[in-house]
């Protein structure tokens, strides 16, 4: 009863301390802005202006804690970047049936400025409820349970002895060597106080197919057969397979669960959280497989209103969204300034994508990941995409992506601190899809896109002027899906193209497919030779290309190497016509050969070993889809208390962890396995090291909660 009392005078004495800093606040504005005022034109005392702002400000509360949920919900139908938004009109709104519900209508003012001092209120309550909770524990989970969106009560697997959960978290496009650089630099300080205390990192090697499409879909669902690309044309429906567009991603999933014949990697208990694909989760947020879904049963789309719900969240999610929109525009300009070299256009709606894929996803993807832990979930797998998106168009390297890298260490550091706050244990797995390989355009070094090329070699009509193509990174259509427009209709959205002889020419980073859709099956090397002779001759040798793979009616496939050599499949090694591409290359491309869907001429560009250097043949200076350098070299970060995912000590002649399948295998066992001894890293924080990690003067600029660096012995990680 003491207990209960005590935590009730404490909960009544922040709300007075927030409902008192939220009156100062709004005297302030009603001192500062002309057209927003408390007191009547004839004027008041100062007391009866403070009584004024009192009521305005415990009446916009309330409106806040009651009316905006409802208001969020019903606007669940509105696309989600437009819900973010519309946060300000609605916030405003309220503010404005606040003043007008004070006795007297002491207050009044007008629409612009209602907007602004809505805004302004909400971020000064917020901030000033989480400086109150650092000191207390019990406030501060409820806080986290607000910045989540989520209520507060029993979790769904709790009790202090239960096993703990798991969080994999995907840094989607972060190499293994940049994982590593950004951890010794400074750059990452979680992941480096991690490395060689309470985790591990082991490289993994992907597909030749290096992208999200068939990593993700085998690591959740435990297959990615028959996906040779990000994006391929299939013969059989005449459709083209775009993995980041909605219908797409469903059927891949449909496929992958029927040849496996399992729901995937979270059908116990588990949340997806902004992926392609959703594991078999029951738990859904941003899911692109199942965001073609439309209603109020939605459960994807549900995942912005749980966010959303706390206008403090809408409001600081909107402002740092145009703010990092203003960055991109910024650092563009300085790179066109500098002259930098290699570089891509970034105009047009891309500073837009930027900033959904790097503040609107990454806020909304870590709270439910938050909420997740908070209700005790055992599975959680999350996908962060902003580092990808950034490297495709600055690089890898470049200072803007490492940027966005800094500051998904402290969305880590956040996730690292909730889980303090748990009713379980959680294991907290880092791991990527796929790294990412620097390189000039291929269309940008030779003056031509693959396009233009194989129908030169085809003696057909080649376009002097092509406008260059946007890259295929999977913000772009997550964005697409979050505002309701369709696909274009060039991929998987629109017609079926016409059966002619023209070949389609298909882009995946440095991965290019052609294929013939007036023959219906997979035309061999001597058929293309007799239809097109100039054809295969002209890819082969082509200073930007490294290797061809074609069919052949004599030697079963074959791959095509620059100096005319012309090696069966079946005799690959990891030198002729692929030295240098890395060993299991040739494995790689043999996998990929038995794929029904394979083009009928898969293309991979060269690849520079001294610079680590490819050719994209989308517009792209960062890439990944092919075979050659740091695209290819992916990583898990892993909990010392998990049984380690290789054999230790490895045999010399082992290949190591190879395909994201195996992957899927390693995840899958680490979810069976029960605690373990927990490594600490450093005492605890003080109560006031605590308070000044997480104060509000210190929370980032780009909007990313507050978070703390330290990992210690009572919150498992």
Known sequence: MRRALTTAGATLLRVAVVWAVSSLTLLALAGILPDFQLQSEDGESITRTAVTAAWAAGAFGLLGALVWPLLVRALLLVPALVLGL??????????????????????????????????????????????????????????LYRLAGRRSGAPLDGG???????????LD?????????????????????????????TPWRTDWSSQTGASQLAILHGSNHDVPAFRWYEKDTGRTIVSNRPG???????????????????????????????????????????????????????????????????????????????????????????GDHPRVGRGGLYPLIRAFATVVERDVVVAAVIGDMLSGRSAVYADLVAYDEVAHHSGPRSRDAAAVLRRLDRSLALIAEVAGHAPRPYRIVLLSDHGQSPGETFASAYGLTLRDLVRAGCDLPVPRHVAPRAGGAEARDTLRSAVHLPPPEDEGGGPRPE??????????????????????????????????????HTLATHPGIGFLLVRSERHGS??????????????LGDGGPLAGFGPGAADAVRRTDSFPHVADIMVNSAYDEATGAVHAFEEQIGSHGGLGGEQSHAFLLWPVTLTPPLPDPLPADHPGLVGAEQVHQVLRRWLTEGPGPQIPVSPPPSARERAAQDSPSHTPANGAFAVSNRVTPNKKS
């Open 86 to 143: 519309l946060g300000f009109a609605v916030n405003g709104s309220l503010l404005l049936v606040a003043l007008w519900l004070i006795p007297d209508r002491g207050g009044e003012a007008d629409p612009q400025n209602a907007v602004v001092v809505a805004a302004v209120m909400s971020a000064v309550a917020s901030a000033t409820s989480t400086a109150l909770a650092v000191r207390d524990d019990a406030a501060y989970r409820r806080r």
């Open 160 to 170: 202090a002895d239960a096993p703990p959960g798991t969080v994999f978290v995907q």
């Open 173 to 201: 496009g972060v190499g293994c060597q940049v994982l590593k650089d950004a951890a010794e630099d400074g750059t990452m300080p979680t992941v480096a106080a991690w490395l060689g205390t309470t985790h591990r990192l």
């Open 248 to 338: 797409s991603a469903a059927e891949l999933q449909r496929r992958a669960i029927e040849r496996t014949g399992d729901g995937g990697l979270l059908t116990l208990d588990g949340a997806s959280r902004g992926n392609l694909f959703s594991g078999g989760a029951d738990q859904l947020a941003l899911v692109l497989s199942v965001s073609a879904r439309r209603g109020r049963r939605n459960r994807s789309r549900a995942g912005y209103f749980a966010y959303f719900r706390d206008p403090a969240n809408a409001v600081r999610t909107a402002l740092s969204y145009a703010a990092e929109a203003c960055r991109e525009i910024g650092q563009s300009t300085c790179s066109r300034v500098r």
């Open 499 to 536: 059966r002619d002889s023209d070949p389609i020419v298909l882009a995946s980073g440095n991965l290019g497919l052609v294929s013939f859709p007036d023959v219906p099956y997979r035309m061999s090397k001597e058929e293309i030779d007799r239809r097109h002779p100039g054809l295969l």
């Open 558 to 571: 074959v791959v095509l190497g620059p100096d005319g050599a012309e090696t069966p499949v079946d005799d």
